[in-house]
């Protein structure tokens, strides 16, 4: 890499950061709501001085992120691989076992709580998924970590991360910790000219002494071969590359979106706050004048001459019970300033743009977990609560397919780097206790396909399909399902002898887990069956 080359490098990044203002921008001000600083924007936006007076600064909005947030969790996901092709049964259950511990080596539920916040303020989040060499002590391992939006930059126009010519991750580094990993760079490291754009943090955070290091992914075909070359450079110095090899053996850039609510022209979303920010405002601005009202209210003003006779310092201490006057006191010497409250329509206007809020949220009473009285079987709560968390429901959803698209690079990074075997500790089931399972990429390599009549046929890439399930779930849906349970064992479901009519009502039915429980309601009557046939022949 030749410093014109890097010198192009930086020119890119420069234009795909000035295209990138206004989302910044945006990012940056939904924070600052976030951390209910909406009266500055607020103030900033309607020209008013900093110090007005009070301003409300009310939670709903908080709120309405903090409960879906809330939903997310109570959804995390779990991964369930499942096998194309008969041979690689084995190895899908195997993977079904391993990856959820790689998940959980990367602390992934941290992680994506992280993105989730993300997601919902900004109306984006990002993962990233790479081979961490660092890790178990220079063996190597699968890392999955949030990325900070401000930090990424992507080519202009594009919808979908992966059909940009470059993509960009900058991340601020001390230049000591840089000069002790590269020595041959002491003295030679300096920034590139780029300030990425920061959040207004709390702490005061120094910049002395950082420099920028830029890492440059791009998709290129050699040799008619798509792969994916790798740069990390800090200013005109070379950090590494992958000169001509493919990073990742899949080809793809390591960053996995997840977005709210989709745009065009970006494969940035825009979220909750952006959405709801207008109503907070409206809230906002009246609750600041039902304040200000009542405590106008609450303490009597009055009007005094400049001639007036009244002493005011006795006047306003209300421990004295005696106020001394200089001559005739006078009705006109004090005279209390009128006060007339904030009229009824003002508070149902409030509560209307309350209401507002909550509907365009979705986050109504409802759904976070207040029905109206009367309602108390548990089917007609998890009904209500079906009915009004559709919205959740689909969020959800976009965030299980940016979860299969995280499973899927991790198999395929264990498939190119898993060449020595590794040991997990599988749980097991309450009998067997802990069990330890041996795995490398011997299964996920090409296997050799069967000679058909005596023609090889090659090899074939083992390939998986990737279910993701809920593994944790709200009481309600649980409460749910063990009624079911309940349900199907009263009328017969689980009796061999009418294993043929609950199979054909299972059929028509739509539950969790269907297809393993009429699998074993089948094998039970089979089972029964075999028993039966057994009693029958030594009869």
Known sequence: MTREQLNKLNSTL??????????????????????LRNSFEEKRSLFTPADAGFHSTTGWLHNVIVNKHADAIDSFPAPVILPREPGDKKEAEILSEIIPCVLEQNRF????????????????????????????NGLGDISISRVD?????????????????YVFHTQLEDREKLEKMYPALKGKLKGNGLKPSRFLYDD???????VCVVECYRKEKINGRQILSYVKYCGDQVLYETNGESLYDHGLYPFVFDVLFPVEGSPCGYGYIDLCSNSQTSI???????????????????????????????FLDVTKPIIHVNGNLGEDSLKSVSFSGLPTNALQVLDRMIDELRQTSGNTETATGKVSSGVTAASAI???????????????????????????????????????????????????????????????KPQPVCNEYGV????????????????????????????????FYRLGFFVPENAAPALMCMEMMDFENKD????????????AGSVQSTVNSEQ
């Open 516 to 527: 393993r429980i009429m699998a074993a309601v089948a094998d039970n009557a089979e089972a």
């Open 109 to 136: 539920e941290e992680v994506y709580s992280n993105v989730c916040w993300q997601k919902l303020k900004t109306g984006t989040g990002v993962y990233k998924v790479i081979w961490d060499q660092s890790k178990l």
């Open 382 to 444: 998890v009904a209500l609560q079906e009915a009004s968390g559709k919205g959740s429901r689909d969020s959800i959803r976009g965030t299980y397919r940016a979860f299969q698209d995280i499973v899927s690079m991790c198999i395929e990074l264990q498939r190119q780097f898993y060449d020595l075997p590794r040991k997990y500790r599988i749980l097991g089931s309450s009998r067997a206790g802990m069990q330890f399972t041996v795995f490398s990429n011997e299964g996920l």
């Open 284 to 314: 906002d601005l009246l609750s600041t004048a039902f304040v200000r009202n009542a405590m106008v209210g609450s303490m009597p003003r009055y009007f005094s001459r400049i001639d007036g006779a009244v002493n005011e310092d006795e």
């Open 149 to 165: 939006l401000l930090n990424l930059f992507w080519e202009p126009g594009i919808t979908d991360i992966q059909r940009s010519k």
């Open 14 to 35: 420069g234009r795909y950061k000035s295209a990138k203002q206004k989302l910044e921008k945006r990012v940056i001000q939904a924070e600052n709501w976030w951390k």
């Open 456 to 487: 090889d046929l090659g090899l074939r890439l083992p390939v998986f399909d990737i279910k993701v399930e809920a593994q944790k779930k709200d009481a309600y849906s649980r409460l749910s399902q063990n009624e079911l349970a309940i349900q």
């Open 204 to 210: 005061y955070v120094p910049t002395d002494g950082k």
